[in-house]
T-cell receptor
Framework: LAKTTQPISMDSYEGQEVNITCSHN???????ITWYQQFPSQGPRFIIQ???TKVTNEVASLFIPADRKSSTLSLPRVSLSDTAVYYC?????????????FGGGTRLMVKP | GAVVSQHPSWVICKSGTSVKIECRSL??????MFWYRQFPKQSLMLMAT?????????EQGVEKDKFLINHASLTLSTLTVTSAHPEDSSFYIC?????????FGQGTRLTVV
């Protein structure tokens, strides 16, 4: 399983763009990158998933360089409600269990 | 997105008793479900993988006789914490997988007193 490394915590202010980078140096050919968000006392929630280049949905963008050894979750114009822990997961989508090994996550604090 | 419902949301029990937590996939069939435990300020730790109609697969260090998992149907998996002790107090979360996306339950806060 590809191991992931993320910053433990980040601070931001309302309205700013936040970029959280995840390192996964030993990512395998069949591995996808998935980001989840978790609020206190709740289960994680899917944010975005990608394999390479850039993926964008209504809440975030995911940038993946050509070597795929890292990825960056971009949250545009964050609000206080984006304060949460963000997890980067890497794994083979053909094996569900392979995709659900959590690393330490990044605790994002959005300030007014 | 798909919905996974977990019940109860919180439970307090006396030391030595057993507690059952239910995890249901409401709008999809989950042949496999995952059970996690999360301590305060820590990440999710996979405890076991439940497989419909067969035995669960436990992660190293997780006592299978203490954490009983049953996955009797394609939409229901249960985790029973037997003879609970205060050190079992934690946040337990289940997840079902549909296509390439995982859907998590709301979690169950277990407090053993």
């Amino acid at each position: 399983l590809a191991k992931t490394t993320q910053p433990i915590s980040m601070d931001s202010y309302e309205g700013q763009e936040v970029n959280i980078t995840c390192s996964h140096n030993n990512i395998a050919t069949n591995d996808y990158i998935t980001w989840y968000q978790q609020f206190p006392s709740q289960g994680p929630r899917f944010i975005i998933q990608g394999y390479k280049t850039k993926v964008t949905n209504e809440v975030a963008s995911l940038f993946i360089p050509a070597d795929r050894k890292s990825s960056t979750l971009s949250l545009p114009r964050v609000s206080l409600s984006d304060t949460a822990v963000y997890y980067c997961l890497v794994g083979d989508i053909r094996n569900a269990g392979n995709m659900l090994t959590f690393g330490g996550g990044t605790r994002l604090m959005v300030k007014p | 997105g798909a919905v996974v419902s977990q019940h109860p949301s919180w439970v307090i029990c006396k030391s030595g008793t057993s507690v059952k937590i239910e995890c249901r996939s409401l709008d999809f069939q989950a042949t496999t479900m995952f059970w996690y435990r999360q301590f305060p300020k820590q990440s999710l730790m996979l405890m076991a993988t439940s497989n419909e109609g067969s035995k669960a697969t436990y992660e190293q260090g997780v006592e299978k006789d203490k954490f009983l998992i049953n996955h009797a149907s394609l939409t229901l998996s249960t985790l029973t914490v037997t003879s609970a002790h205060p050190e079992d107090s934690s946040f337990y979360i289940c997840a079902g997988f549909r296509h390439t996306e995982a859907f998590f339950g709301q979690g169950t806060r277990l407090t053993v007193v």
